[in-house]
């Protein structure tokens, strides 16, 4: 599969997918508290999708069992929500969730506290944060996609925390995973060149400790093999004039 260059008019299609996404991300943002189950989570966010008109992206996605991907504390990423787990003050929480609507996804991920979190665990998510940043601002036309992953690993490596290497981000639009893939990590100056049109779902996935991630069982859940703590932040963006335009910006998460 090639790489896509959108034109203005789809562009607009995949921001109207995106902001859904921000919108239900920023709804259930809110309801994340000390005893709130996973389940739930996913349940209303099913609610949320039908009141918006908007497909599940991940939905039965490869088999995925759920609409959200909800992964606590060590969990990476593809945590399954159930209506067992529930969360506990001290606990972070990724939330990884899109939409598919008139024919185009948009794809986003913000990674929440539960109540008072320990020092370690906002430094973790601050940084996590501002390496989303680092990455959109080094996607510029003409630059190529290592560029985006040097950005995130350079930031997060001088706190001491790494970026995890088995999963990555990705180009958006008709299809929820599209070339290019983007790296976490990984020198500059390598990969296609950046042009507008292009659109991705940058992601940094950053493990407190080192970067080994395992996946359990359900051949989903990935977690950190030495039990450090995982954020996950995630925009999808249109290259736009030269420079990176984030598209799935909410309330709570610019």
Not at 52 to 70: H, M, R, V
Not at 103 to 127: M, W
Request: hydrophobic residues 40%; aromatic residues 8%.
């Amino acid at each position: 599969m090639g790489l896509y260059i959108y034109n203005s008019d789809e562009i607009k299609k995949i921001r109207d997918a995106c902001v859904i996404t921000a919108n239900i991300l920023d709804e259930i943002g809110h309801l994340i508290d000390d005893g709130t189950a996973l389940g739930d989570l996913d349940a209303q966010v099913r609610v949320l999708c039908r009141k918006f008109g908007a497909k599940p992206a991940f939905l039965g996605y490869s088999g995925f069992p759920a609409t959200i991907c909800a992964s606590v504390n060590s969990v990476v990423i593809h945590g399954i929500p159930d209506r067992k787990t529930r969360l506990r003050a001290g606990d972070i929480i990724g939330i990884d969730f899109g939409v598919l609507y008139q024919g185009y996804y948009g794809d986003s991920a913000r990674t929440f506290p539960v109540g008072s979190i320990s020092q370690e665990a906002e430094t973790l998510l601050k940084v996590t944060r501002e390496s989303l940043y680092k990455g959109i601002e080094a996607a510029k036309e003409g630059n190529r996609i290592s560029d985006i992953s040097h950005a995130v690993e350079s930031h997060v490596l001088k706190y001491g925390f790494s970026a995890v290497r088995d999963f990555v981000g990705h180009g958006i639009g008709r299809s929820l995973h599209e070339e290019p893939s983007i790296p976490n990590f990984g020198a500059p100056g390598k990969g296609p060149r950046i042009r507008n049109g292009m659109v991705f779902a940058i992601e940094p996935m950053i493990n407190q400790g080192g970067p080994e991630v395992s996946v359990l069982e359900d051949g989903w859940t990935a977690v950190t093999d030495d039990g450090s703590l995982s954020a996950h932040f995630e925009h999808t963006v249109a290259i736009i004039d030269g420079k990176a335009e984030v598209l799935t910006a909410g309330k709570d998460f610019r």
